[in-house]
């Protein structure tokens, strides 16, 4: 469910965001194709002429530890033990890693995506059914103790950032005191900051975005989300229109080129020349359609599922894993938060988008309107990072 959700909130943000990032890579990885090294046990085949993910020995090996948690449900550690048997030698965390990583069934999840999920053109190393079920093991597992205890005090680990010098924050404990900290890893920095206090802030910041409206507002609260992500997708629609004409010019194009070719019109050094430029146009044209008219378009149902995942975010933060933990922060907060030790500030450059709009309507509906203090944004910077129509307030009950 939890997966189906935040799958669900990638695809949604992503409708809402326009894209932005680097378009090489991002078209490599919705192309399916992997851009950079593959993770253990996967390696980079070039010997047909073309780049190739394919499963090594390491992979193999993988593949029957899936099948260990699977099917024996065993600890890690006695995976561990008997990988290490055969030859492969890793560290408990890397295992969970591995076991978490949709990579392994075929997915591939990248920061890139903003969450969408992409079918990836490498080998499968399991089934998507063996790895749900391994994960499906380990929530129960996770949830009933925790395999990294530790790291329950310190979730912010990796998710928030030193302010001076933009290295991730380390946690650690302690022992004299028996206290968690915060540390910049970078050593002469000297940002460190105790957990509780830094994490209490994260609550505190977490709270804007709970949903605490009576149930005839959150029927309010969808329609108004509803319909500034319609306002936003017929700007998609317009996109795709003007795509698909563009899509018959270029036929069109290439159509004309065989003819005057046929006709002996034009050289063969032309007409290849030219063949070549509007095959590469026509190519890049069929992508973008791909993509813009696979999106998913149950959008009532989908806000409906954001809303109520908000009602119960603050709590699901506080009460749950590290893992949970860790997916909710990189949900809400794609870019991460930073910490200025200076003057003791925590910022963000991102928030996700339904959850902005979920807070600013919460405001102007319980007219509170007042930004998040915490994050340094006002009322009116707040507003404006919202686009969209403003809500038409009701005018009784209020
Ligand atoms: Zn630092």
Known sequence: ??????????????????????????????????????????????????????????????????????????????????????????????????FRNPFYCGLMVHNMLEGQVVVGNHEKLVSRELFLKVNGILDKISHGFSLNEENVHIPLKRFMFCAECEKPLSGYLNRKKNIYYYKCKTKACCNNKNADSLNSRFADILDFFKIDVAIDY??????????????????????LLELENSHREIKRKVERLEERYIEEDLSQELYKKYHEKYSEEKKEIERNLLVLSSKSSNLVKCVRLAIEYATQLPLSWLSGDYHTKQQLQALLFPSGMSYDKKNDKVRTSEINLVFLYIAHFQQIMLKKERGIPELNLNYASFADSVAGSRIELPTSGL
């Open 1 to 98: 469910m939890q997966q189906k959700l935040l799958f669900l909130f990638g695809e949604f943000d992503n409708q809402l965001r326009k894209q932005k990032c680097s378009a090489g890579i991002k078209e490599m990885l919705l192309r399916g194709d992997w851009p950079t090294s593959p993770p253990l046990g996967f390696e980079i085949d070039r010997s047909k002429n073309k780049r190739q993910i394919v499963i090594n020995a390491k992979g193999r090996l993988i593949r029957q530890a899936f099948e260990w948690k699977a099917y024996e449900n065993v600890s890690n550690e006695v995976i561990r033990d008997r990988l290490a048997q055969r030859g492969l030698k890793l560290i408990h965390q890397r295992i969970s890693e591995i």
């Open 218 to 239: 959150i029927e309010l609260l969808v329609e108004q989300v509803a319909a500034t992500f319609n306002q936003l997708t017929q700007n998609k629609q317009a996109d």
